[in-house]
């Protein structure tokens, strides 16, 4: 008999940064899973209602920094009714240690999920020794 599971929605969470923001508006913290190989670390960070040129990848000094931005859905005649998506701006940073090569990171972003391959580098990799008979 298969196990019953409770759907939990998790909601949107702010940034709790001790840093100050310039712009105005709500700051959330993508949810994000990350997955490792021998040759690569995944990230996958859900960023929903983000468009494809408002997403920025920064990296700078080993820190690797997520930003989008999310506008808001109604044209210049609608008004709001119900609104449970809220609009705001998604942020999160992460630190890269020397283990990654930096120079080769790929990012994509396909239905709200931002998916970064993030290669390790050659002296980081597993290598096997080859036993010779004497």
């Known amino acids: 008999m298969a196990e019953s599971k409770e759907l939990q929605i998790k909601e949107k969470q702010e940034v709790a940064s001790p840093g100050e923001h310039t712009r105005p508006g709500l700051v959330f913290t993508p949810a994000v ?4 190989t021998d040759r690569e670390i995944m990230l996958l960070a859900d960023i929903p209602g983000v468009a494809r040129d408002d997403v ?23 008004s709001d009714v119900l609104v449970e998506f809220e609009i705001g701006r998604y942020y999160r ?5 020397k283990v ?9 972003l396909q239905d709200g999920v931002l998916r970064l391959v993030l290669p390790k580098a050659e002296k980081a990799m597993p290598k096997k020794i080859a036993v010779k008979a004497a």
Do not use: H, M, Y
């Open 93 to 97: 940073q992460f630190s890269l240690s």
């Open 100 to 108: 990654i090569d930096q120079d080769k990171i790929e990012a994509n």
């Open 33 to 36: 899973d990350i997955f490792e």
């Open 56 to 78: 920025t990848i920064d990296l700078r000094d080993g820190i690797l920094t997520i930003t989008g931005d999310v506008k808001p859905w109604e044209g210049p005649d609608e």
